[in-house]
């Protein structure tokens, strides 16, 4: 019979691996807000350095004087340490699982950053899979620390946060709890009660896809706005206008979104890891990857039939993966500034959240450019005030987004 917590002595009541991302450290923040002892095991020094100074590594709406709160109290700190799992009663793991250049899922991220720290693993623990995992990938770190002779209890529970809105969706949203065995499931469930009363049960492999469904239909309604965008923009109509019509008081199609890049770390990625756990047999998926991923190359072809690209300077006006974000991953502007490079005479970027030695400032590019295009729905561009030609297929600005 597994030995109780009490019994055992943990000093700690969470360990976060990855704890100092932009997925960890919001959760450890808001644990530590509720009374618990939290570390944050990482390997980046430096933003570990920077969190145990009390101090933000990435813009997160809300979180900086909690954190530096905690911090204080001694309820949270930051460690590269890997030794520093042993002391914590619940260790959860929230390390990126990327695809590869093939775009097949990188299916050892979690075992990897599990046996950097394995050693040091102990009777006991409740180890809790945060990350968005490829189905399968609970059940392969069961059989791993098994292996290993650990008597450990593990979890799945996904993280649902949208970046930015990490410090009221952590407290708002419901927390998905799954778990092979009562006793794991029971121990998950009191955890994130910390956060939230609301709790939904289920299987592992239920929660994995819950999770890959989730992300992959926000990929696909992206993906079908965009497309519903150039066919208006193909017959010169203003999708803006054509939207307007549709929700206009009717909830049945609500949630139709406007287009833009559909970019970022995560749902062109877990798209394509549905993809692959369906034997690739997802046309539905991989025609949004198709109409997303090529949506830079639609709109520079648009550009060319209205202007002489080759001898324009053109600002790209954002290069963040969406609007308020200083996360410049996996954005497509860059997409977009990589085929300016080659299309037009000059190509200026610009981002007020994202410090780049490549990027000019704002009023410069509003100056030396012949032609601007938001990339990036930043608030800061919504009252932007200029006579050259903007384009904005967002609707950010309220003149419509015919390009």
Known sequence: MMR???????STDVCIVGGCGRVGLPLGIALASRGLRVTLYDINAAAVETVNAGTLPFDEAG????????????????????ASVASAEHLVVVVGTPVDEHLNPDLGAVPRALDRCAEHLRDGQLVVLRSTVYPGVTALTEKLLSSKGLAVDVAFCPERIAEGK?????????QIVAARTPQALQRAEKLFRNLTDQIV??????????????????????????????????FGLDFARIRHAITFDYPRAADLPMPGFAAGPCLFKDTMQLAAFNRNNFVLGHSAMLINEGLPLYLVSRLESRFDLSSMSVGILGMAFKGGSDDPRESLAYKLRKILLLKARETLCTDPYISDERFTPLDEVLERADLLVIASPHPEYRDLTTDKPLVDMWGLTGQGVLV
């Open 201 to 234: 049960p289920l299987e592992p492999e239920e929660a994995e896809l819950a999770k890959l469904f989730t992300n992959t239909w926000r990929y696909i309604k992206f993906a079908t706005a965009n497309q519903f965008w150039m066919m208006a923009n193909d």
């Open 166 to 174: 990490a410090m009221t969706e952590l407290f708002e949203l419901p």
């Open 4 to 10: 109780s917590s009490t019994d055992i002595g943990f």
């Open 63 to 82: 979180a900086a004087s909690v954190l530096a709160e905690a911090v204080a109290a001694g309820r949270l700190r930051a460690s590269t340490d890997p």
